[in-house]
């Protein structure tokens, strides 16, 4: 993190403690919650719902590109260090890769779009990011890729409903923050 000073002023290029703060209270909410729910629903892609909703919490709250890339690694960090989820050291590629996803698309997405459309596109790209590693891990097993091929559909399909549905919450919660000033004013 550079901090210069000029004419007293302290112009901060990297993340702010607040900023560093909330961006860990995301990530350890992410992995929490996932540890203490730890819903067998039988459902592809379920959980997209909460990595996408606090993965876009995080990029509206603190508003700088790679934000979401730090919540995700942190996440993963600490999934690992509980042994939250299966997968081992791979947990880390399950949180880390979405989130990545969505970083990279921060730099070609217009952001004269509305909030809400910002956050439906990057909750879908996480979840292609999100099913690829899935598809990965299938054709290393070694099934054959018709079948791979269905299972990534499948992923993306269902997965891309429950990101959608996190999405969706994020401007109503992101507007509650800006109206009790936990969060600057600013629309992102």
């Given at each position: 993190?550079?901090?210069?000073?000029?004419?007293?002023?302290?112009?901060?290029?990297?993340?702010?403690?607040?900023?560093?703060?909330?961006?860990?209270?995301?990530?350890?909410?992410?992995?929490?919650?996932?540890?203490?729910?730890?819903?067998?629903?039988?459902?592809?892609?379920?959980?997209?719902?909460?990595?996408?909703?606090?993965?876009?919490?995080?990029?509206?709250?603190?508003?700088?590109?790679?934000?979401?890339?730090?919540?995700?690694?942190?996440?993963?960090?600490?999934?690992?260090?509980?042994?939250?989820?299966?997968?081992?050291?791979?947990?880390?590629?399950?949180?880390?890769?979405?989130?990545?996803?969505?970083?990279?698309?921060?730099?070609?997405?217009?952001?004269?779009?509305?909030?809400?459309?910002?956050?439906?596109?990057?909750?879908?790209?996480?979840?292609?990011?999100?099913?690829?590693?899935?598809?990965i891990e299938d054709l290393l097993v070694g099934l054959?890729?018709?079948?791979?091929?269905?299972?990534?559909?499948?992923?993306?399909?269902?997965?891309?409903?429950?990101?959608?549905?996190?999405?969706?919450?994020?401007?109503?919660?992101?507007?509650?923050?800006?109206?009790?000033?936990?969060?600057?004013?600013?629309?992102?």
């Amino acid at each position: 993190m550079s901090v210069t000073i000029e004419n007293n002023k302290m112009t901060n290029k990297g993340f702010s403690l607040q900023d560093a703060l909330f961006i860990g209270f995301c990530a350890t909410l992410l992995v929490a919650l996932k540890g203490m729910l730890r819903l067998k629903l039988g459902l592809t892609g379920h959980s997209m719902f909460l990595m996408s909703f606090f993965y876009l919490i995080c990029y509206g709250a603190v508003g700088k590109k790679g934000a979401i890339t730090v919540c995700g690694l942190l996440a993963g960090l600490i999934a690992m260090m509980l042994s939250v989820g299966k997968g081992g050291p791979f947990i880390l590629v399950k949180f880390a890769l979405p989130a990545v996803a969505m970083d990279l698309c921060l730099f070609v997405l217009p952001t004269v779009l509305a909030l809400k459309w910002r956050c439906i596109i990057l909750a879908v790209v996480a979840t292609f990011a999100w099913a690829s590693k899935g598809f990965i891990e299938d054709l290393l097993v070694g099934l054959s890729i018709q079948v791979a091929l269905f299972q990534l559909g499948k992923s993306v399909l269902f997965g891309s409903g429950f990101a959608i549905l996190g999405a969706l919450l994020v401007p109503p919660v992101l507007g509650r923050l800006r109206s009790h000033d936990l969060i600057d004013n600013k629309e992102r």
